[in-house]
């Protein structure tokens, strides 16, 4: 695979587009981060259909028409340094057959979001460029971590993060290195067979999920283990699980590490030899850190859990 090609770091005054790839927001949802971007210094730019409403069995942020011009732009216009999903929740797919990165070739630039986003990174990877795996703009509108957007603005100035987590029972010992791949189970899944699914041939893989029922989750990693993929990674992290199951039969279902899952995906990737980490800070949670997809990184599993990029 050719090398990863990380966008430059910004500066007070760069331009971050704004868009909704996928669900509709509302205004009310979107103003904490975006004073939280003008107080770091950057000046927020609005899509023309950040707010568009469009009803087709679900709210999308506008017709599959005015999300692709809006992302294109995004990706395309020189005076813009960086691209910020607003959210996730479905209809990335939709666009990935219509991206433009004739002029983003020439200028890369950060793609920040996670959820459904993860197409996105995963198209933007197979181009060759790193994408920040990380909060959306909606998400401050419920309450996180304020590290988690701390830690993506140090991204965005070039300072990458190193993690040191308590390592769990669940966990496998061991050492390994490679490009960072994956994001959101259900899109890794969605995407496995088509051209725009990840390369996991001796790469890292890390996967998170939020609302699936139990036999949801060992179905998507069962399609995993038939497709090969374990056979191909390095590396295994597991993130966010939440939200598992019926809510009034789970008696862990507001935790940011559903137990039973992590016990399920564990007993699936048993056969194997890769180091695994579970519990990771990232995902549909309350501290959710950002990763770097496409960064080579470093993971080391014993006592404690050490990630470098």
């Known amino acids: 695979m050719q090398n990863t090609i990380f966008p430059k770091s910004l500066k007070k005054g760069n331009k971050i587009a704004i868009i909704s790839p996928a669900g509709s927001v509302e205004e009310t949802q979107l103003e904490k981060t975006l004073a939280l971007i003008k107080s770091k210094g950057?000046?927020?730019?609005l899509g023309e259909n950040l707010y568009t409403?469009?009803?087709n069995g679900y709210s999308y942020a506008g017709t599959e028409e005015q999300r692709i011009k809006d992302i294109n732009w995004a990706l395309n216009d020189p005076e813009i340094s960086a691209i910020w999903a607003s959210r996730g929740g479905y209809g990335c797919q939709h666009l990935v057959q219509y991206l433009d990165l004739k002029e983003f070739k020439k200028n890369p630039k950060w793609f920040i979001g996670y959820s459904d986003?993860?197409?996105?990174?995963?198209?933007?990877?197979?181009k060759g460029f790193a994408s920040i795996h990380g909060q959306t703009i909606k998400t401050s509108s419920f309450g996180v971590t304020d590290e988690s957007y701390d830690l993506t603005f140090d991204i965005l100035k070039g300072k990458f993060p190193s993690y040191k987590i308590e390592s769990t029972e669940n966990n496998r010992v061991g050492e390994a290195s490679g490009t960072l791949v994956g994001g959101n189970l259900a899109l890794i899944y969605a995407l496995l067979g088509s051209k725009y699914s990840f390369d996991f041939q001796d790469k890292i893989l890390f996967i998170e999920d939020i609302g699936e029922n139990f036999y949801a989750i060992d179905r998507m990693i069962m399609s995993l283990e038939l497709a090969g993929v374990f056979k191909k990674i390095k590396g295994l992290i597991v993130g966010g699980m939440t939200n598992m199951g019926k809510e009034n039969e789970n008696k862990s279902y507001e935790e940011s590490f559903d137990p039973f899952v992590?016990?399920?995906i564990a007993n699936r990737v048993s056969q194997y030899d890769f180091p695994?980490?579970?519990?990771f800070p990232?995902?549909?949670?309350?501290?959710?850190?950002p990763l770097i997809i496409g960064s080579e990184i470093t993971m080391k599993v014993g006592k404690d859990v050490k990630i470098k990029f």
């Not at 950057?42 to 730019?45: I, M």
């Not at 695994?276 to 519990?279: A, S």
């Open 276 to 279: 695994t980490v579970f519990n």
């Open 282 to 289: 990232n995902g549909h949670i309350f501290d959710n850190r």
């Open 117 to 126: 986003n993860t197409v996105i990174q995963s198209y933007l990877l197979k």
């Open 262 to 264: 992590n016990q399920q």
């Open 42 to 45: 950057y000046k927020p730019v």
């Open 53 to 55: 409403k469009f009803q």
